[in-house]
């Protein structure tokens, strides 16, 4: 059975850092791109940032382009994005999630998704 499991979220105050981890079993995505999206209350869910599966080629949402970074370990199967310079307008439950697709920030192109983890940034 797949499982993705999101770890890592927390409640921070405005500028400070957090690091999110997403721990996948039950096959290999070694070769799939990996993403992390968000949804804030109230709000669809959206993309922040993917990686393909070489790990050479990343995407953004424009929002935290310089703030983010989104990272793999394929050995491990995990997936990482460390977040800094954290805004209020960041909170929301953040979703790690795997898709076939080479590159995709579209959600309905991934397949595989956490149950997701509360981020909630303070002003």
């Known amino acids: 059975q797949v499982q993705l499991v999101e770890s890592g979220g927390g409640l921070v105050q405005a500028g400070a850092s957090l690091r999110l981890s997403c721990a996948t079993s039950?096959?290999?995505?070694?070769?799939?791109?990996m993403g992390w999206f968000r949804q804030a209350p109230g709000k669809e869910r959206d993309f922040v940032a993917a990686?393909?599966?070489?790990?050479?080629?990343?995407y953004y949402n424009d929002s935290v382009k310089g703030r983010f970074t989104i990272s793999r370990d394929n050995a491990k199967d995990t997936v990482s994005l460390q977040m800094n310079n954290l805004k209020p307008e960041d909170t929301a439950v953040y979703y790690c999630?795997?898709?076939?697709?080479?590159?995709?920030?579209?959600?309905?192109?991934?397949?595989?998704w956490g149950q997701g983890t509360q981020v909630t940034v303070s002003s």
């Open positions: 990686i393909a599966w070489t790990g050479y080629s990343t």
């Open positions: 999630a795997v898709s076939r697709r080479v590159s995709s920030r579209l959600r309905n192109e991934y397949d595989y």
């Open positions: 039950g096959r290999s995505f070694s070769t799939h791109t």
